[in-house]
Every structure is written in structure tokens, then in C-alpha cells.
């Protein structure tokens, strides 16, 4: 696990390619590969007081039990983006969920 230390209340986990854009933008950046490198990077960020973590959403399938952990705070908002390979829907998904639980009421 690699990482750049350059951000303020916003952090992006994900593969080396997907982070790649963020660390050139100065966001912090974390580079992980297993479910353990992206457990042991979202514990510290968020004792470290990020209030907005991107996941990208491969790793993120990853770590169900780490989103479900975070999902009932307020921060830090773990909030899963496409990856450097596009989208297959499961950061849709979980913003559809999290509505559905804010407002009681699906909203497509």
C-alpha cells in the first residue's frame, strides 16, 4: 500500500491508476490492492478526521463489512466512484440506498 500525503477532509482509495488523477489534484491518495491494505487505509483516514472518503468500486465490493461499519456515522462519508476500468453500478446503488433510508422512499 502506498500513499501521498497532500490532502485536508478529502481522501481516495483505489488502485494506483484510478488514484493517479487525485494525487496530481493534491487530494490525499491511498493505493490498495486487498481487502486488508483498504480496511487498514479507511480505520486510519478516518481516525486521521477525513470527513469524505472515495472508494473506488472494485475495492469497495471488497469491504462490505468496513462500509456497513461506516454507514451509520456521520463521518466519515465512504462514498464508492467508478475506477480507473468505468462503473458497474454499486456506487449507484449504495447512493440509492442511503436515500431510500434518508427519505423513506426510492427515488427514481
Same mark, same amino acid.
Given at each position: 500500500?502506498?500513499q501521498t500525503k497532500t490532502g485536508g477532509g478529502i481522501a481516495v482509495?483505489?488502485?494506483?491508476?484510478?488514484?493517479?488523477?487525485?494525487?496530481? /489534484?493534491?487530494?490525499?491518495?491511498?493505493? %490498495?490492492?486487498?481487502?486488508?491494505?483498504?480496511?487498514?487505509?479507511?480505520?486510519?483516514? %478516518?481516525?486521521?478526521?477525513?470527513?469524505?472518503?472515495?472508494?473506488?468500486?472494485? /475495492?469497495?465490493?471488497?469491504?462490505?463489512?468496513? /462500509?456497513?461499519?461506516?454507514?451509520?456515522?456521520?463521518?466519515? %462519508?465512504?462514498?464508492?466512484?467508478?475506477?480507473?476500468?468505468?462503473?458497474?453500478?454499486?456506487?449507484?446503488?449504495?447512493?440509492?440506498?442511503?436515500?431510500?433510508? %434518508?427519505?423513506?422512499?426510492?427515488?427514481?
Amino acid at each position: 500500500m502506498s500513499q501521498t500525503k497532500t490532502g485536508g477532509g478529502i481522501a481516495v482509495i483505489g488502485d494506483r491508476e484510478s488514484v493517479m488523477l487525485f494525487r496530481v /489534484l493534491g487530494v490525499q491518495t491511498v493505493a %490498495a490492492e486487498t481487502a486488508e491494505e483498504v480496511s487498514r487505509a479507511i480505520h486510519r483516514l %478516518a481516525r486521521e478526521g477525513f470527513a469524505i472518503i472515495y472508494l473506488t468500486e472494485e /475495492l469497495a465490493r471488497l469491504v462490505p463489512e468496513e /462500509l456497513a461499519r461506516y454507514q451509520a456515522r456521520t463521518c466519515p %462519508a465512504i462514498i464508492p466512484i467508478p475506477g480507473s476500468r468505468g462503473s458497474d453500478g454499486f456506487g449507484r446503488e449504495q447512493i440509492q440506498s442511503n436515500i431510500y433510508k %434518508a427519505v423513506g422512499m426510492d427515488l427514481q
